[in-house]
């Protein structure tokens, strides 16, 4: 092989890659805004459901499963609700906005991401004021199609009802209290359950149970 | 491979039967059996490779002549890659609730044997019109494979069909765990080899 055609095969396989690059980037550059904004909404649509009967979902903290920034929240029910009028800066204009006064925490709710088998499963997993698992849902994940996305489905979810953390294991098999796995996917079962939801509530306890009374 | 140049209709034919991506020419098996447990799965896996395969084939063709024969490989790689990407990034992005049922499948794609396979052997000799057809075609084998495979796995193994129960009582658990998919397409591809053998005088898998 000559100087020339070395040079020739370089010159094209850069060429090419860059173009390549340059699309992808393209694209990227003009659809990740609206991406990060719809996954917002969709994270604050799903908190809302997590806990219906809460009036307002307040931020508490922050920690970091597998490296990943996730939050925790008080969700929490108004005292009573007062409608203030509030003087808008803009315009001039007099408006009414209801305010949430003497919120009182009925629970918490938790993010969390557990390592399943082919990706990282993003969790949220609300409790009662005991650390009692209320619902959990899985906001997103990249297990295998058939066997891992099982999870997503209510079978499965709903066994998460009423566990503590002390219950919350993953059994192969029929199991009263505890977590049965999904027939084939018991990583991804373990991942949400033991990974996911019990170091979530764990964190949960960790951090709050000095408000909690009991 | 004949050398004597096809009709389209024909070379749309010879990817749905003639060479079958999975019961003739037995590439791309992974996703016949990681992803054929049930119909909804199948089918959505097969439609994304249609249209991956076909806008390769397309993209692989049109460029042929910038290729240097010596680094096809990655550009093919680069390709396949940048259709997965660009498609996945714009579901996710303008059609949410579809990509919410198939992204899963559209991201596993970039690892497909019968898109590379295709671009390598067809769509890269290849002009724009033939090539596109070739990968249709081919793409329809794929999904008409996925279809027969998850059939079967799915009404044997759950007792469903798109998840409607149909048939009650204790299903075959095997057919929807991943030995039941070696099962399921070994005996399709036994089966649709005596087809062949029988009534049209094929040579069997064997002869192709």
Redesign the interface.
């Known amino acids: 092989m000559t100087t020339t055609d070395m040079a ?2 370089t010159f ?2 850069v060429t ?2 860059v173009i ?1 690059g340059l ?2 980037a393209f ?2 550059a003009k ?2 805004p ?2 990060f904004i ?1 996954a917002k909404e ?1 994270k604050e649509a799903a908190l809302k459901l997590m806990m219906p009967e809460a009036d307002k979902v307040a931020v508490l903290g922050t920690w970091e499963p597998h490296e990943k920034h996730a939050e925790y929240y008080a969700a929490q029910k108004c005292g009573e609700m007062k409608v203030i009028s509030i003087k808008d800066e803009k315009t001039g204009e007099m408006k009414e906005e209801k305010e949430c006064a003497d919120p009182q925490d009925i629970g918490y709710i938790v993010e969390g991401f557990g390592k399943g088998y082919s990706s990282y499963i993003h969790i949220l997993a609300s409790v009662d004021k005991n650390f009692i698992v209320q619902k959990i849902s899985i906001l997103g994940h ?6 891992g ?1 099982e999870i997503e489905k209510d079978y499965f979810l709903t066994q998460f009802k009423g566990r503590s953390a002390d219950n919350l294991v993953v059994i192969k098999g029929e199991t009263p209290d505890k977590i049965q796995a999904i ?2 996917a018991t990583i991804s079962s373990r991942a949400v359950t033991e990974d996911g939801v019990k170091n979530g509530v764990k964190l949960l306890k960790e951090k709050l149970s000095g408000e909690v009374e009991g | 491979m004949s050398l004597k140049p096809k009709s389209n209709w024909e070379l749309i034919k010879n990817g749905m039967f003639g060479e079958n991506t999975i019961f003739r020419m037995a590439i791309s098996l992974c996703p016949s059996i ?5 119909m909804k ?1 199948g089918v ?2 097969g439609v994304a490779v249609v249209f991956v395969q076909t806008m390769v084939n397309a993209t692989v063709s049109l ?1 042929r002549n ?3 024969p ?2 096809r490989i ?2 093919f790689m ?2 396949i890659a ?1 259709y997965v ?2 498609i996945d ?2 579901m ?3 059609a ?1 609730p579809v990509y919410k049922e198939i992204g ?2 559209i ?2 794609i970039v690892a497909f044997a019968s898109i590379f396979a295709r671009a390598e052997v067809f769509a890269n000799k290849n002009k724009l019109w033939p090539s596109i057809c070739d990968g249709f075609g081919m793409g329809l084998g794929f999904l008409l494979a996925m279809i027969v495979i998850s059939f079967f796995r799915e009404l044997l193994g759950k007792g469903e069909l798109f998840g409607y129960s149909l048939i009650s009582g204790n299903p075959l ?1 095997i057919m ?3 030995a039941g998919g070696f099962l399921a397409v070994g005996l399709l591809m036994g089966f649709f080899n005596w087809v062949d053998m029988k009534f049209f005088g094929g040579k069997g898998a064997s002869g192709v």
Request: aromatic content about 8%; hydrophobic content about 45%; charged content about 10%.
């Open positions: 020739k095969i094209n396989l090419i890659y390549g699309i992808m694209v990227y659809t990740s609206i991406m719809k969709e990249g297990e295998t199609p058939g066997l996305d027939t084939g | 990681a992803v054929t447990n049930g799965n959505s896996l460029i910038f290729i240097h010596k680094i990655p550009i680069l390709i940048g990407t660009i990034l714009l996710a992005t303008y949410r899963l499948y991201q596993i658990l929807i765990l991943p």
